[in-house]
């Protein structure tokens, strides 16, 4: 069994930034992907970012790519992601999640509990 606990939500006014960590633990995450998943007040979860196991491989979302830079140490059990220029639209509860590399929720095994970030304008 995984848990993943995310961390580094926060209000942040429009441009900014923020880091998102999610650490796991129960077991290593060995060959498995993260990826990173939001959902807004009303709107279904939506795929952001996504990272193999190696971290040579990464996906994001239209709406993020150029803006967000998703990172992991694997000898932490440990994600990241690097949010810039931030948007009030980005404004979400965001999930961490392990499982295969794909855009699509199905494809993850284990998720996180989340973290709120809020961007005002």
């Known amino acids: 069994q995984v848990q993943l606990v995310e961390s580094g939500g926060g209000l942040v006014q429009a441009g900014g930034s923020l880091r998102l960590s999610c650490a796991a633990s129960?077991?290593?995450?060995?060959?498995?992907?993260m990826g990173w998943f939001r959902q807004a007040p009303g709107r279904e979860r939506e795929f952001a970012a996504a990272?193999?196991?190696?971290?040579?491989?990464?996906l994001y979302a239209d709406s993020v790519r150029g803006r967000f830079t998703i990172s992991r140490d694997n000898a932490k059990n440990t994600i990241y992601l690097q949010m810039n220029s931030l948007k009030p639209e980005d404004t979400a509860i965001y999930y961490c999640?392990?499982?295969?590399?794909?855009?699509?929720?199905?494809?993850?095994?284990?998720w996180g509990q989340g973290t709120q970030v809020t961007v005002s304008s």
């Open positions: 129960g077991r290593p995450l060995t060959r498995n992907a």
């Open positions: 999640a392990a499982g295969s590399l794909t855009r699509f929720r199905a494809n993850y095994d284990y």
């Open positions: 990272i193999s196991w190696s971290g040579l491989s990464t």
